[in-house]
């Protein structure tokens, strides 16, 4: 129906221009009027986020019941005075997660630096969790509990490793901290898209110690490997000059081999002849070594004569003449021996019968050529007083002479250092031999 008609039709009723009039003006405002009503509760939800609408209990599936619904994407309207509308948004939240001073495995300090990607839910259980704890928080408050929480797990997973798990695989060290952390997220009601582990760092120096032994060790293996391929090449070269050694030596000794066939063989052909040959130059040599052995056996017999005329026959005619000579002297000792002994004997008795007077007058016979050696020993001798030695008033016997003799040789030594009675030994000795016929033994001395 267009207003023409509706002006008819209002004329065809008898309304008047002015009535007219109002009445649109009155439909105008009505019209604007709920426009803007529709306007204000008409809510439009985009892909990135959720509405919820508070206010009326509502039971979702058969037993629960719960005081809001939620719309996501498309449009709804709010009932005025029953429901309020809030939004929430869907967007990643990006946390720079960092962690100092947190203890792993082994009491090592470490910093740990890392990046996640976090995100309310769209849907059903979890959305129910995140309107209870974050329904009218700002974005920033919502981080921050995360950090804090993400942070808290990061702590826990490192006290389970060790900074050589940690360094070694961040990889693993991130997908280990996402699954401590998804319990915690999902009671927070928040999603854990991505964590990306980006840096660990000590103060303490110690993963740069890991750092410089794995490099070591890197090095060493580089080095071991190398020194192995040059070993294993060395090896390969060294037996392939073994290889070429044995072949050059296999050709030389089978070359050996065949000249020594063939010398074989032409000693083979060649033997009757050489025996032949050798046994002639054989016969001949014994030939010549019998008639060699007649000739020296001659030989034998003429040194032998020769020998016997010239070496033995005069020997035994040396060795008779010897004989008789030793006799002749023998017998001559003989004599002159016995002569001796007959002599000394003969004095001996002479000497006993005589008594102590023949042995104080051979004493005296001895001493003076001792006095005189013993005056001719001394160039001049001053002599303070002399004492004679006689036989005194009452007759002195042999026994008191020879005790004055022996206090003389006493002085005479003390004075001069001259021992008369050795003097005298060696005198009556040297007499008794002149005495002795031809070298004979000598009288026994006198006794003192």
Not at 78 to 106: F, H, Q, W
Not at 343 to 372: F, H, N
Request: proline letters at 3%.
């Amino acid at each position: 129906m267009n207003t023409l008609a509706i002006i008819n039709t209002f004329g065809l009723l008898g309304v008047t221009s002015t009535t007219l009039g109002s009445v649109l003006g009155v439909l105008s405002l009505a019209a604007v009027a709920a426009v803007l009503t529709v306007k204000r509760l008409l809510y439009l939800c985009q892909p990135n986020e959720v509405l919820i609408f508070s206010g009326r209990r509502r039971v979702a599936g058969s037993s629960i019941a719960r005081g809001y619904r939620i719309v996501r994407g498309g449009s709804t309207l709010r009932i005025p005075l029953l429901e309020t509308a809030d939004r929430m948004d869907l967007t990643n939240m990006i946390l720079d997660v960092k962690v100092t001073n947190a203890y792993s495995k082994g009491g090592i300090p470490l910093t740990v630096q890392g990046i996640a990607n976090i995100k309310i839910p769209g849907g059903e259980p979890l959305l129910s969790n995140t309107l209870e704890r974050f329904l009218g928080s700002s974005k920033a408050d919502i981080m921050k509990t995360a950090r804090e929480t993400l942070e808290g797990n990061l702590r826990g997973v490192l006290s389970t490793l060790t900074p050589e798990e940690v360094n070694r695989d961040k990889e693993r060290f991130a997908r280990q901290l996402a699954t401590e952390a998804e319990q915690d997220f999902n009671t927070l009601g928040l999603v854990l898209d991505t964590l990306k582990i980006q840096n660990v760092t000590d103060e303490v120096g110690y993963l740069d110690a890991i750092g410089r032994m794995r490099s070591a060790q890197i090095r060493r293996d580089a080095k071991i490997a190398e020194a192995t391929a040059s070993a294993e090449a060395a090896e390969q070269k060294w037996k392939n000059n073994m290889a070429a050694e044995i072949s050059k030596i296999e050709a030389e000794v089978e070359i050996t081999r065949r000249s020594q066939e063939r010398r074989i063989a032409d000693a083979t052909t060649q033997r009757g002849a050489q025996i032949a040959t050798e046994e002639a130059e054989v016969q001949a040599q014994v030939a010549q070594a019998t008639a060699n052995i007649q000739t020296q056996k001659a030989r034998i017999e003429q040194v032998k004569a020769q020998l016997q005329a010239d070496v033995i026959a005069p020997a035994q005619a040396n060795l008779e003449q010897a004989i008789q000579r030793a006799k002749g002297e023998a017998a001559q000792i003989i004599e002159q021996g016995q002569a001796t002994a007959k002599v000394l004997t003969d004095l001996g008795q002479t000497y006993q019968s005589a008594g102590s007077q023949a042995r104080d007058a051979l004493l005296m016979q001895k001493l003076i050529p001792v006095l005189e050696l013993l005056s001719s020993t001394i160039s001049s001798l001053q002599v303070d007083r002399m004492t004679v030695l006689g036989s005194g008033e009452g007759g002195a016997n042999g026994k008191q002479l020879a005790e004055l003799l022996v206090d003389s040789n006493e002085q005479v030594k003390a004075a001069t250092g001259v021992d008369l009675g050795q003097a005298l030994r060696e005198k009556l000795g040297a007499g008794a031999a002149s005495a002795r016929p031809n070298g004979g033994p000598s009288a026994p001395p006198p006794h003192t």
